[in-house]
T-cell receptor, first 114, second 109 residues
Framework: NAGVIQTPRHKVTGKGQEATLWCEPI?????VFWYRQTIVQGLEFLTY????????DSGMPKERFSAQMPNQSHSTLKIQSTQPQDSAVYLC????????????FGSGTRLLVI | GDQVEQSPSALSLHEGTGSALRCNFT?????VQWFQQNSRGSLINLFY???GTKENGRLKSTFNSKESYSTLHIRDAQLEDSGTYFC???????????FGKGTSLTVIP
């Protein structure tokens, strides 16, 4: 069990460019969650998929951010026209459907927008 | 407003001592999870409770859904316990968590 795998670990992007972050959940986990963590805001929930379907995206900024889960083995978070305030650690977590008892976070992607 | 209020925000302990961290919930939650975020930034799952008390080594956690709080007790603190501790509560119809703002724990030699 390799755990939740997030790639890349670090990403530096120029203002206005696009950034795509990848998450591979634990095999058998059908719930996938995205969070953003900064010093100022702490851990912020972004969005959540269950069986690849978007369930709750209430935390996603309305513009420039989108998330997809095209198959059960990976999810992507895309940020268009990145801005310096998007700099954060983006965390992905997965869990089995219906229970969070084995909720597992990935190591995160540290995004820096310069 | 915040649904999970975590306290204290920061805590220093000498090695070998102990203390308790607390989360209060502003609404009924059906489960709580405690995580430790270590110096590398990894979030480690400590406990998941739907009720009652769980213990693992020097850590013990309690969840009282009726009174809307959870606690994490640390005893005989060690240097490797340093980090930020988050509680996260599960409520509503979805599986996603509401996170507290964390307690930054520093264990002093």
């Amino acid at each position: 069990n390799a755990g939740v795998i997030q790639t890349p670990r670090h990403k530096v992007t120029g203002k206005g460019q696009e950034a795509t972050l990848w998450c591979e959940p634990i095999s058998g986990h059908s719930a996938v969650f995205w969070y953003r963590q900064t010093i100022v805001q702490g851990l912020e929930f972004l969005t959540y998929f269950r069986n690849q379907a978007p369930i709750d995206d209430s935390g996603m900024p309305k513009e420039r951010f989108s998330a997809q889960m095209p198959n059960q083995s990976h999810s992507t978070l895309k940020i268009q026209s990145t801005q310096p305030q998007d700099s954060a650690v983006y965390l992905c977590a997965s869990s089995r459907q219906g229970t969070n008892s084995d909720y597992t976070f990935g190591s995160g992607t540290r995004l820096l927008v310069i | 407003g915040d649904q999970v209020e975590q306290s204290p925000s920061a805590l220093s302990l000498h090695e070998g001592t102990g203390s308790a961290l607390r989360c209060n919930f502003t609404t009924t939650m059906r489960a709580v999870q405690w995580f430790q975020q270590n110096s590398r930034g990894s979030l480690i799952n400590l406990f998941y409770l739907a009720s009652g008390t769980k213990e693992n080594g020097r850590l013990k956690s309690t969840f009282n859904s009726k009174e809307s709080y959870s606690t994490l007790h640390i005893r005989d603190a060690q240097l490797e316990d340093s980090g930020t501790y988050f509680c996260a509560a599960e409520g509503g119809g979805y599986q996603n968590f509401y996170f507290g703002k964390g307690t930054s724990l520093t264990v002093i030699p």
